[in-house]
């Protein structure tokens, strides 16, 4: 080998060994640019060493295209319109009684808004022991531990574990993007009615139905707060309209008596009752046949507008002039019970809610 191709030789190696020594020595960037290139042949030859590097010795390094993502979902002002971006066939209900315009106007006056108590009465929440992500934050106030479990089943109205879960998460779920908290750019994550106007304040106070019985439905209610909001979704059914779930006769009587003077008691609070579900006239039921001025009865829709029609064995939404209001009670987005579908950590799992 002539002198001069020796020379080559050793200068090319001196020069490998400098380079490798720069890539031992270079810390893992903790992001890197390969996907910005649309096109592979306008990728420089330098970003080519760099992004073969990066892929061989670093595969923590995020892509950059992921930080642009993040980055747009927190500008996007909250939890449910990430998810609307990403799962816009979800968010039907919440798009149908128009919660986002509704907070985009109250954040818009910033009024001032005193700190309101939300009432549970319902199956549970599941709120322990690894709580749904969408629960992180929230003021449970002075809920016993019993009623921060979901495993109800014998309730009134044959209410199923996970019911009072749903609620709580349609109602206050939390809202990390609305506080200033981040989410990965498709997360699955919802936040409630009352979390998307900025600055209010809650409480969810829930209260299970299995600890919850005629002589201490009174004393029950009496524990929460002046002012409080209570979210009633169970009923019991006359047994002349009706042969399953139902109370006969002066039984049905009394507790029509027996709510009524509960509501009447706590004139100070407002009672949202479920219509029930069993396609009758409301008043054919109770607490749905108690029309107060601190009583709103609801009745349930589906997305084109229509009564709620459950299917053969879950019945239709019940109906009648003391319904003041109805609104979706089929394909809401909501937290569900233990063990199916909850605590979702990515995009792929968000059908399972």
Same mark, same amino acid.
């Given at each position: 080998m002539s002198t001069i191709k020796k020379t080559l030789v050793i200068v090319l190696a001196i020069i490998a060994i400098i380079v490798a020594s720069l890539f031992i020595a270079r810390p893992c960037p903790r992001y890197h640019v390969s996907q910005l290139y649309l096109n592979p042949q306008d990728v420089p030859l330098s970003q080519k060493v760099l992004n073969w590097y990066v892929d061989k010795f670093c595969p923590e390094s995020a892509p950059v295209s992921r930080l642009i993502k993040e980055a747009l979902a927190q500008s996007i002002g909250s939890d449910l319109v990430n998810l609307r971006s990403n799962f816009p066939d979800l968010v039907g209900a919440y798009e149908k009684i128009s919660i986002l315009d509704a907070w985009e106007k109250i954040n818009e006056l910033k009024p001032v808004l005193e700190k309101t108590t939300i009432g549970i009465v319902d199956t549970g929440v599941d709120a322990t022991n690894g709580r749904h992500p969408e629960f992180d934050g929230v003021d449970f106030g002075t809920n016993d531990h019993l009623s921060l479990q979901d495993r109800s089943s014998k309730v009134p109205g044959g209410r199923p574990a996970g019911h009072g879960t749903e609620i709580a998460g349609i /109602? !206050? %779920? =939390?809202n990390i993007i609305g506080t200033g908290g981040t989410l990965i750019g498709d997360s699955p994550q919802? =936040? !409630?009615l009352i979390s998307g106007v900025s600055g209010l304040k809650y409480t969810l106070e829930s209260r299970a139905l299995n600890l919850i019985t005629m002589a201490n439905l009174g004393s029950t209610i009496d524990t929460l707060p002046t002012g409080s909001v209570v979210n009633m979704s169970f009923k019991k059914t006359d047994c002349r309209f009706l042969v399953l779930f139902c109370i006969k006769g002066e039984e049905f009587n009394e507790a029509t008596r027996y709510f009524r003077q509960a509501f009447e008691g706590n004139s #100070?609070?407002?009672f949202v009752v479920a219509a029930g579900n069993d396609g009758l006239d409301v008043e054919k039921s109770v607490p749905s046949n108690i029309t107060l001025s601190n009583t709103i009865i609801v009745a349930a829709t589906d997305l084109n507008d229509?009564? %709620? #029609?459950? !299917? /053969?064995? *879950? *019945?239709s939404s019940s109906f009648g002039v003391g319904v003041n209001i109805s609104a979706p009670g089929i394909g809401v987005y909501a937290p569900a019970i233990r063990g199916k579908g909850n605590f979702p950590t990515s995009g792929a799992e968000a059908n399972n809610y």
């Amino acid at each position: 080998m002539s002198t001069i191709k020796k020379t080559l030789v050793i200068v090319l190696a001196i020069i490998a060994i400098i380079v490798a020594s720069l890539f031992i020595a270079r810390p893992c960037p903790r992001y890197h640019v390969s996907q910005l290139y649309l096109n592979p042949q306008d990728v420089p030859l330098s970003q080519k060493v760099l992004n073969w590097y990066v892929d061989k010795f670093c595969p923590e390094s995020a892509p950059v295209s992921r930080l642009i993502k993040e980055a747009l979902a927190q500008s996007i002002g909250s939890d449910l319109v990430n998810l609307r971006s990403n799962f816009p066939d979800l968010v039907g209900a919440y798009e149908k009684i128009s919660i986002l315009d509704a907070w985009e106007k109250i954040n818009e006056l910033k009024p001032v808004l005193e700190k309101t108590t939300i009432g549970i009465v319902d199956t549970g929440v599941d709120a322990t022991n690894g709580r749904h992500p969408e629960f992180d934050g929230v003021d449970f106030g002075t809920n016993d531990h019993l009623s921060l479990q979901d495993r109800s089943s014998k309730v009134p109205g044959g209410r199923p574990a996970g019911h009072g879960t749903e609620i709580a998460g349609i /109602i !206050g %779920a =939390n809202n990390i993007i609305g506080t200033g908290g981040t989410l990965i750019g498709d997360s699955p994550q919802m =936040n !409630g009615l009352i979390s998307g106007v900025s600055g209010l304040k809650y409480t969810l106070e829930s209260r299970a139905l299995n600890l919850i019985t005629m002589a201490n439905l009174g004393s029950t209610i009496d524990t929460l707060p002046t002012g409080s909001v209570v979210n009633m979704s169970f009923k019991k059914t006359d047994c002349r309209f009706l042969v399953l779930f139902c109370i006969k006769g002066e039984e049905f009587n009394e507790a029509t008596r027996y709510f009524r003077q509960a509501f009447e008691g706590n004139s #100070d609070k407002l009672f949202v009752v479920a219509a029930g579900n069993d396609g009758l006239d409301v008043e054919k039921s109770v607490p749905s046949n108690i029309t107060l001025s601190n009583t709103i009865i609801v009745a349930a829709t589906d997305l084109n507008d229509e009564r %709620a #029609d459950f !299917g /053969i064995f *879950g *019945g239709s939404s019940s109906f009648g002039v003391g319904v003041n209001i109805s609104a979706p009670g089929i394909g809401v987005y909501a937290p569900a019970i233990r063990g199916k579908g909850n605590f979702p950590t990515s995009g792929a799992e968000a059908n399972n809610y």
